[in-house]
């Protein structure tokens, strides 16, 4: 029996041809691909991928049979062999003419000259194995077949050569061994056309049994478990499983290594143990720290786990920073809730400048509203600041402060920097909710109200303040008019220290939250300290807040008769729309007399 090379690869190309079949029209009967483009032009998509397939196969045996360097042997036939076959209790036998045979007949491919694990053999592969006595049956039955054909003819025709051509003719085609080929070749052919067709059945049906369970976990994602409740012995198994994860860097040798040669005794231990008990970092009181060492700790902070050691506050008060240093620290700055940075500092304008254009550059974009439109909040998973202080006490009298930028620069050349500084500050509220300015604005001496117009302007076109403190910042009438709307959409107010507001700067803002009613966000105002008496015109005016203020804090200040007797008419108001919804009015250490 011969069986050509060519024919085994044409086998398998038609076994690949027909998988093939089969995947697309499983792929096309999908709803998805009906609904798309291809649903469109699907007879032209299988049309040309069929011609494209055949084309192929047509090349592949163009190629082989003219262009391979080995298509002389490609075409050739490997003849299947039988050999005698002993196994067990089979034995041969002998005839009465003398020769030995065996009751089974075993039929081989033979390789020859095949390279196996690195060895050059013949190999030998059963492909059949049958008992010698069937075999002798299939012949007996195959000459039966050949000289029942020859009378008929042979009388019909009465020529014996064209007899011959017919038994030979017939002989081919009805030979037993190409029926034994068949028969052995079939089953491998049926069998790598249905398993591939049982594997596709079983995996869509496996598909189609898991819908209703992926259906059941959707419905339970969105509605049982949409609380986004986090169980704490889940962020505690994280954080367990994290503990050896290194947090030091690999170029850093010792977390017992000094960071700032000023301060032996902060260590990265120290910071992480901070970090960790108390989401803090205190960095205050050290001028002498240098911008390579500002450098490390922010590359060392920023490369910690995140989840073990969260960071909330950072405290840079009175640490001397230049806009060298500003620039350095800003990737840590934005990483901490709470920044303050008050007290002595040496950075002006341009350290704030750099701050705020870091930001924008961790947001992809300068947050911008229309004309006459609320800026929004800046949200960015980047940016987690939120809370600036830049608290500034009191000098000594006498004594001007004017550590903000050189100490050399006197006058107005201060002024003029202060000014710029607050400016940009004012840039920076898109992406704050609290913004501290205690005593920091005091500085400024001229024209208050229209050197700062811009951090004004501001404030009006802003509704997400949260916080807004002002102490001590030699406010004036004249200011409040400038950002009465902004005031009122700020949720808690700090104006403490400022005794040149007197009862016109109250009444605009008692005024403005009547007017914006449905829209004022103000729900607490304080105004602690106050250097002269609230007499009865500015109480007047605390007592028509009353119907907007949850709690108003007037702690040590004087208060007149007069003003108390306002402030009672106006809990008094049971009825309109000046009914009072305060809860707390506070004042503690107030000298109000005995009547």
Same mark, same amino acid.
Request: with cysteine.
């Given at each position: 029996l ?16 027909s998988e093939f079949v ?11 691909v ?21 084309l =192929? ?5 163009f190629?082989y049979?003219?262009?391979h360097?080995w298509?002389?042997t ?7 062999? =039988?050999q #005698? ?5 089979s034995?041969t036998?002998?005839t009465e003419n ?7 007949? &075993?039929?081989v491919?033979?390789?020859? *000259? ?6 050059l ?7 059949m ?5 069937l075999?002798?049956l ?5 000459k ?10 042979? =009388? ?17 085609l009805?030979?037993?061994?190409k029926?034994?080929a ?9 069998l ?11 995996l /869509?049906?496996?598909?189609?049994l ?5 259906? !059941?976990?959707? !419905? ?14 889940m ?7 994290d ?11 010792s ?8 301060? #032996?005794s ?9 970090l ?5 970092l205190n960095?205050?009181?050290?001028p002498d720290?240098s911008? &390579? &060492? !500002?450098?490390?700790?922010? /590359?060392l902070?920023?490369?910690?786990n #995140?989840?073990r $050691? ?10 001397r920073?230049? %806009? +060298?240093?500003?620039?350095?620290l ?7 809730h ?11 304008? &341009?350290g ?12 992809g974009?300068?947050?911008v509203?229309?004309d006459?439109e609320?800026?929004p ?10 809370r600036?202080?830049?608290k500034?006490s009191?000098a000594?009298?006498g ?8 100490e ?9 920097e202060k ?9 920076m509220?898109? $992406?704050l909710?609290?913004?501290?300015? %205690?005593?920091?604005?005091? +500085?400024i ?5 229209n050197q700062?117009w ?8 802003v509704?997400? !303040? +949260?916080?807004?403190s ?18 009122? *959409? ?17 009444k605009?803002l ?17 105004y602690?300290?106050s250097k002269?008496?609230i007499?009865?015109n500015s109480?007047?005016?605390f ?12 702690r040590g200040?004087?208060i ?7 402030f ?5 108001h049971?009825e309109?729309?000046n009914?009072s ?5 506070d004042?503690s250490?107030?000298? /109000? =007399?005995?009547?």
């Amino acid at each position: 029996l011969h069986i050509s090379t060519f024919v085994r690869q044409i086998a398998f190309d038609v076994l690949y041809y027909s998988e093939f079949v089969v995947l697309l029209g499983f792929g096309f009967s999908a709803q998805i691909v009906k609904d798309g483009f291809l649903g469109l032009y699907t007879n032209v998509f299988i049309w040309i991928v069929t011609t494209m397939t055949i084309l =192929s196969l047509i090349l592949k045996f163009f190629y082989y049979d003219v262009l391979h360097i080995w298509s002389n042997t490609i075409f050739t036939m490997t003849r299947i062999k =039988s050999q #005698p076959f002993e196994f067990g209790g089979s034995e041969t036998y002998d005839t009465e003419n003398g020769e030995t045979y065996s009751r089974f007949v &075993e039929y081989v491919f033979i390789s020859p *000259n095949s390279w196996f694990l690195g060895k050059l053999k013949t190999v030998k592969t059963t492909i059949m194995i049958l008992p010698k006595h069937l075999i002798k049956l299939i012949e007996g039955q195959g000459k039966q077949l050949g000289t029942g054909i020859l009378e008929p003819i042979d =009388s019909a025709t009465g020529g014996i050569g064209a007899l011959e051509q017919w038994k030979s003719t017939a002989r081919n085609l009805l030979h037993w061994r190409k029926t034994i080929a068949l028969l052995c070749f079939l089953p491998l052919i049926m069998l790598g056309i249905f398993v591939p067709l049982v594997i596709i059945l079983v995996l /869509v049906t496996a598909l189609v049994l898991s819908l209703p369970l992926m259906i !059941l976990l959707l !419905l339970y994602n969105v509605f049982a478990n949409c609380n986004n409740v986090i169980d704490k012995t889940m962020v505690d198994n994280d954080e367990f499983i994290d503990r050896d994860i290194e947090d030091l860097p690999p170029e850093i040798d010792s977390i017992e290594n000094l960071i700032f040669s000023c301060d #032996p005794s902060l260590t990265l231990r120290k910071v992480q143990a901070d970090l960790s008990a108390t989401e803090t970092l205190n960095l205050s009181s050290k001028p002498d720290m240098s911008t &390579e &060492e !500002l450098e490390n700790i922010a /590359v060392l902070l920023l490369s910690l786990n #995140p989840r073990r $050691y969260r960071m909330r506050v950072l405290n840079l008060d009175d640490s001397r920073l230049t %806009d +060298e240093k500003l620039k350095t620290l800003a990737p840590l700055i934005v990483r901490f809730h709470t920044v303050s940075i008050g007290g002595k500092q040496d950075f002006g304008e &341009e350290g704030l400048e750099q701050l705020r254009l870091f930001m924008e550059h961790v947001y992809g974009s300068q947050p911008v509203a229309m004309d006459d439109e609320i800026v929004p909040l800046v949200k960015c998973e980047k940016i987690l600041l939120r809370r600036l202080e830049i608290k500034q006490s009191k000098a000594k009298k006498g004594v001007t402060d004017l550590t903000w930028v050189n100490e050399e620069v006197k006058g107005f050349e201060h002024e003029d920097e202060k000014t710029l500084m607050v400016n940009e500050l004012a840039n920076m509220i898109p $992406y704050l909710t609290s913004l501290i300015l %205690d005593g920091f604005l005091r +500085e400024i001496r001229k024209n208050k109200e229209n050197q700062l117009w811009q951090l004004w302007e501001k404030l009006n076109f802003v509704d997400h !303040l +949260e916080i807004l403190s002002l102490r001590d910042c030699d406010i004036t009438d004249r200011i409040i008019q400038k950002c009465l709307i902004g005031l009122s *959409n700020v949720r808690n107010i700090d104006l403490s220290g400022n005794p040149d507001i007197s009862y016109i700067g109250w009444k605009g803002l008692a005024e403005t939250f009547e007017i914006r009613r449905g829209n004022c966000r103000i729900v607490q105002l304080a105004y602690q300290n106050s250097k002269h008496t609230i007499d009865e015109n500015s109480g007047e005016q605390f007592a028509k807040m009353f119907c907007k203020l949850q709690k108003l804090d007037l702690r040590g200040s004087q208060i007149s008769d007069e003003a108390v007797e306002k402030f009672l008419e106006a809990f008094g108001h049971k009825e309109g729309n000046n009914v009072s919804i305060l809860e707390k009015l506070d004042l503690s250490g107030c000298n /109000v =007399s005995q009547a």
